[in-house]
């Protein structure tokens, strides 16, 4: 499992930072280098993004394959550090923090994928088939993505005037395409692979809401109002209301990327969260 590391080794808590699907650790750096002036700051590759090279042949119907994967790394720490992802690395991370919470200080999610109740509970038992999930937006939007271009350059000219990129704060659709594309020949290619991406749109059996029930771990669940946003304010007051571990900040105009359209705002609530639970 590839792994960006920056910032003192020594310093506590030690941050553990989860990409959405579809993009890879190096896409946020201009939101996490800064906060390598004060903490050990690991970003991770998921499987099938990335540098990261683990399997993705086995298909799920959940995410219980990126939650061990964590767990694994979590494993490794003396000091259970804080875990933060963005949309499904903060879904994953919220699983991994249910299921060991001996690993995990505190978790930030940034508008984790957390489907209704009912809509979630069809998934996890087989009552929504995959040919009704196919049909999704999100799915068909991953399926029909190109994947090979000429060059380097010529995928920055196709992405950058492109929502939601045109929205995205200078250097991370660089460092999205630095790792997000590899060699192949002449030409370059995804290295999420649109089949993978896909198929983790539509592998939502997991039971993100009994993993919250049994949150024992400091929690702060991020939405907004914007576009794209799943966490809007009813839900997130629902899911604050199931753990007294679970807090909550809505933040007005903000969209499903609001690390990338605004870092400063983002490393200010991870750095108030961690300084007001140590």
Not at 48 to 72: A, C, M, S, Y
Not at 126 to 149: E, N, Q, T
Not at 226 to 243: C, F, M, Y
Request: aromatic fraction near 8%; charge should be positive; charged fraction near 20%.
């Amino acid at each position: 499992m590839h792994a960006l590391v920056s910032g003192d080794p020594e310093a506590d808590p030690a941050i553990v930072f989860v990409h959405a699907n579809g993009f890879n650790a190096r896409t946020y750096l201009p939101l996490l280098q800064p906060l390598a002036d004060t903490h050990d700051v690991m970003s991770l590759d998921l499987r099938g993004h990335g540098r990261t090279d683990l399997p993705t042949q086995e298909r799920g119907r959940n995410w219980h394959v990126f939650r061990e994967d964590l767990i694994k790394v979590l494993s490794g720490f003396s000091t259970p550090p804080v875990l933060i992802g963005h949309s499904m690395g903060g879904t994953s991370s919220l699983l991994a923090a249910a299921k060991r919470p001996d690993l995990v200080s505190r978790v930030i999610a940034f508008d984790p994928p957390i489907l209704p109740r009912l809509l979630q509970w069809g998934m996890r038992v087989g009552l929504i088939p995959m040919r009704s999930r196919a049909k999704h937006p999100l799915v068909r939007g991953a399926l029909s993505r190109r994947r090979v271009f000429d060059s380097r350059q010529a995928a920055f000219q196709r992405y950058a005037g492109r929502r939601p990129f045109n929205h995205w704060q200078d250097g991370f659709l660089q460092n999205y395409l630095a790792d997000g594309l590899r060699q192949d020949g002449e030409q370059v290619v995804l290295s999420c692979h649109p089949d993978w991406e896909a198929h983790n749109y539509t592998a939502h059996g997991h039971d993100i809401w009994g993993a919250l029930r049994r949150l024992q771990t400091p929690t702060l669940l991020i939405g907004g109002d914007g576009p794209g946003v799943v966490l809007r304010a009813k839900t997130l007051s629902r899911l604050g209301a199931l753990n007294a571990y679970i807090q909550i900040r809505h933040v007005d105009g903000s969209s499903h990327f609001l690390p990338m359209e605004n870092p400063d705002l983002a490393r200010s609530l991870i750095r108030d969260f961690i300084e007001d639970q140590t």
